[in-house]
């Protein structure tokens, strides 16, 4: 007997990552332990491993409009993640279809580097981010350098947030990974001021795909009726969980394990 389903349904446009240790393979497991059902849609595919992405090419816009599309005349999507998106107009495909969706949430993670440092996104994808998605982000997830590199004219972390939140997002959680610091220091805003700042345990390794895990299981969350700080919170926690179960399979970065809570007890134990 067939039953609907109340599992939410979160549409993650993403690259695709063979060492699946970023993108819609992190979409997917970060959204599985949230109790969501993620609905990937390829942006780009990407030649990687665990040190660098070493190429990508995007996938054509009128395929993303198209993938789209198929599964939202089919399944209840209620919330939307962005990541990599790889292009200019695949920029354009996504606004084309996340304006038929105001209600919906989004969260936004503004992938411009690879881990290694290469460039994935330009400056007319990002002018267009700014423009385009921006005003229709309910969450954006930037790293450090990210921030800064999308308020290059803000002299601070606090002022590049205010910038972004002046682009038309509604909330900004900077992550601080990058920034030196005894501990990784995240903070949230919105309603144009700090709303919270969140210390965590600094981690002793470089972890492969952290960023999209905590974008992809902030939107589960918010599928699942949070509201964004408190989402934001219970998304860094989970995130951390992931990393502190990390393995390293490859020769570079670190893999979160973001099944963690189905290993056995003796596993989990660090």
């Known amino acids: 007997m067939n039953q609907q389903s109340d599992m939410p349904v979160v549409m993650c446009f993403s690259g695709l990552d063979s060492t699946g240790g970023a993108g819609l393979q992190a979409d997917i497991e970060a959204l599985a332990s949230v109790g969501c059902h993620c609905a990937p849609v390829i942006t780009a595919v990407t030649i990687q491993d665990t040190q660098n992405v070493k190429g990508y090419s995007p996938v054509d816009a009128t395929l993303i409009i198209e993938q789209a599309r198929a599964v939202l005349e089919d399944m209840p999507v209620v919330a939307f993640k962005i990541g990599m998106l790889g292009s200019l107009e695949n920029v354009e495909a996504v606004h084309s279809v996340l304006m038929d969706y105001p209600e919906a949430p989004v969260v936004l993670d503004p992938i411009l580097l690879a881990g290694g440092g290469n460039v994935l996104a330009d400056d007319d994808v990002v002018d267009a981010m700014i423009t385009l998605l921006f005003p229709l982000t309910t969450v954006l997830t930037p790293n450090s350098h990210e921030a ?26 900077i992550t601080g990974t990058h920034e030196r610091t005894d501990q990784v220091v995240n903070t949230l805003y919105g309603n144009r001021r700090q709303l919270q700042s969140y210390s965590w345990e600094r981690l002793p390794h470089n972890y492969h795909g952290s960023g999209c895990t905590l974008a992809a299981a902030l939107a589960g969350l918010l599928a699942q009726g949070l509201e964004p700080p408190a989402a934001a919170h219970e998304a860094q926690q989970y995130t951390w969980e992931a990393l502190n179960h990390g393995y390293r399979l490859g020769m570079g970065q670190y893999l979160p394990s973001r099944l963690y809570w189905a290993q056995s007890d003796e596993d989990n134990q660090t």
Do not use: I, M, N
């Open 148 to 173: 800064r590199a999308l308020a290059s004219e803000a002299d601070s972390l606090d002022a590049c947030a205010q910038e972004l939140l002046e682009d038309g997002c509604e909330y900004v959680l």
